[in-house]
């Protein structure tokens, strides 16, 4: 399993994907900020808080650009096997189908947490930079848990992305599908059924001032259940599937 | 003989279509087996059942003796391989693909890699992006990546496809030389007759998913099929005259009044005789061999490109 980790580490080199994933990441952090400067220059009696731009930043990854930006590599690290034409040769090394995604996962798993953690650290660049205001330690070690914790949520998101990528070897589907669940979000942001719908149980679970109004317990069978499920389908589909 | 690649009754449906048809292959060590036939006859889906990319929807594989869908790991380690067109990473150099399949692998030698790269010629473009590659070089660079950890049996889709005369010259002696000095058994597929004739010491032909025919090419050459072709003014008069009075049944009727007479051919002097007697005329007698071409372009009904 080290090998395929390190092989999957090997095939980013010189990729242009992990420049465009942290230009995506900055997309949250930058917007933000001029969102909060713009609002400050017209309310000057207001300040510009670290808090706030913790909170907005997260708020805009969570409710937008996470479920699409984690899509986008989750699609490109299957697909251009399939793209590429590498799959054959790995498949008959021989290398083992279900080792072949767990290796995916545990990259992917590294590459969402370095997305956030830029995202946090922009946040911080930037708004020192600017002169924001109100930083503290436990505020630091607070929104980093905050940011790791929703990678996570996001993370389990992406077996889902991964059997769409698989069944329709192409970059299109999984894309939609992540628009598409996006949109859901917005839809279902202020809903109290937000609970039950796995693409907003981040949001749910991380965004401050979200009335919990059922147990959360469900929204973790909820979201963990699609994990293992859409996991294990991917296994047998991967596994019986016949690579022509 | 040791049988490296055996397969009974391979068959590969889809929709209901029999796209690999109860094909038996025999493989023996130490030959060059050219699988023949033209393109969607059924090559690349029997070489993927062979690697196990594509499960078979009957019959059985045994390579290097054993059952191969038991004992698939064990037999993949030993085979290196090419399908269609070589799957590379394009944003990395040939020696950092390679090095994929390596650390995969577990490959212990030191050069592995540096020698299998001189032995397709491409050592001085190792540090080249394989995304700046030309076919030529890929297939070559999908050569060296098969014979990397030296395979007993190389299985080879297409080789040539697509390559310019010189790259096809330049892989068909790689092959040749593999044959040669790494005793490698190498089972190679191609819808380009004279390259299997040049290469193969045996040929299997496939043709919409059958196996029509799997021959030696020493034998093949043997029998030659030496033939005498006959002019005559009535070819059913004469064809009944062959079957009655001399018993010859293994002959051809051509357009134009030709008829090709593949044995008994020291009676043909009687049968001219014979056949002036019954008054037909007699135009033209030659004797002349039936080239591996015509052969097998009849046996596929067309298509098999010389």
């Not at chain 1, 929703?150 to 070897?169: A, E, H, Q, R, V």
């Not at chain 2, 049996?153 to 790259?167: A, F, Q, W, Y």
Request: aromatic letters at 10%.
């Amino acid at each position: 399993m080290g090998n395929l980790i390190y092989t999957e580490l090997i095939k980013m080199k010189r990729s242009k994907m992990f420049l465009i994933s942290l230009l995506g990441a900055l997309v949250s952090p930058v917007l933000t900020f001029f969102m909060l400067i713009g609002y400050n220059n017209q309310n000057p009696d207001t300040i510009l808080s670290f808090k706030s731009f913790f909170s907005q930043t997260h708020l805009f990854i969570v409710f937008i650009i996470g479920n699409m930006l984690f899509a986008l590599i989750t699609t490109y690290i299957f697909n251009r096997e399939f793209e590429e034409d590498t799959l054959k040769n790995l498949l008959t090394i021989p290398v083992g189908r279900i080792k072949l995604i767990i290796s995916k996962l545990v990259v992917l798993f590294g590459w969402i947490q370095i997305i956030l953690i830029f995202a946090f650290i922009s946040v911080f660049i930037l708004g020192s930079i600017a002169g924001f205001e109100g930083i503290n330690m436990s505020m630091i070690v607070n929104y980093i848990q905050k940011y790791i914790f929703t990678g996570l949520l996001l993370y389990l998101l992406i077996p889902s992305i991964i059997l769409i990528t698989i069944l329709f070897k192409n970059y299109v589907p999984p894309l939609a599908f992540s628009i598409f669940v996006t949109m859901g979000v917005v839809i279902f942001g202020q809903s109290k059924y937000l609970a039950f719908y796995p693409w907003g149980i981040p949001v749910l679970m991380t965004v401050d001032g979200q009335s919990i109004v059922y147990p959360i317990i469900y929204s973790w069978l909820i979201i963990g259940g699609l994990f293992v499920i859409s996991l294990l389908i991917n296994f047998i589909h991967f596994k019986n599937k016949d690579l022509n | 003989m040791e049988k490296i690649i055996k397969a009974i009754n391979l068959t590969k449906q889809y929709d209901s279509v029999n796209v690999v048809d109860n094909i038996n292959l025999n493989v023996n060590r130490g030959e060059i087996y050219g699988f023949l036939g033209r393109n969607g006859a059924g090559k690349t889906t029997t070489i993927s059942m062979l690697l196990g990319l594509i499960k078979p929807s009957g019959g059985a594989i045994q390579i290097f003796g054993k059952d191969f869908f038991t004992n698939k790991n064990e037999i993949l380690k030993r085979i290196g391989s090419t399908i269609e067109f070589s799957g590379f990473y394009k944003n990395l150099s040939a020696l950092e693909n390679l090095k994929i399949n390596a650390r995969l692998i577990g490959i212990k030698k030191k050069d592995a890699i540096k020698e299998a790269l001189n032995i397709v010629g491409l050592d001085q473009e190792r540090d080249k992006k394989v995304g700046n590659y030309s076919l030529g070089m890929k297939q070559r660079l999908g050569i060296a990546r098969a014979i990397l950890h030296d395979p007993e049996l190389l299985i080879l889709d297409e080789p040539t496809n697509g390559l310019d005369p010189v790259g096809i010259k330049e892989v068909r002696s790689l092959i040749k030389t593999l044959a040669e000095n790494k005793q490698i058994t190498i089972f190679m597929s191609s819808h380009i007759l004279s390259e299997v004739q040049q290469l193969a010491t045996k040929v299997g032909v496939i043709h919409e998913g059958k196996l029509l025919e799997e021959v030696n090419f020493a034998k093949l050459r043997k029998n030659n099929r030496k033939y005498i072709e006959i002019d005559v003014s009535n070819d059913g008069k004469t064809a009944h005259i062959l079957e009655d009075k001399f018993s010859i049944e293994d002959y051809e009727v051509y357009p134009n009044n030709k008829i090709r007479i593949y044995n008994k051919h020291d009676k043909i002097g009687s049968i001219n005789k014979k056949l002036v007697e019954k008054d037909i005329e007699v135009t033209g007698i030659k004797m002349s061999e039936d080239n591996l071409e015509d052969y097998f372009v009849k046996l596929t009904g067309g298509e098999i490109v010389g």
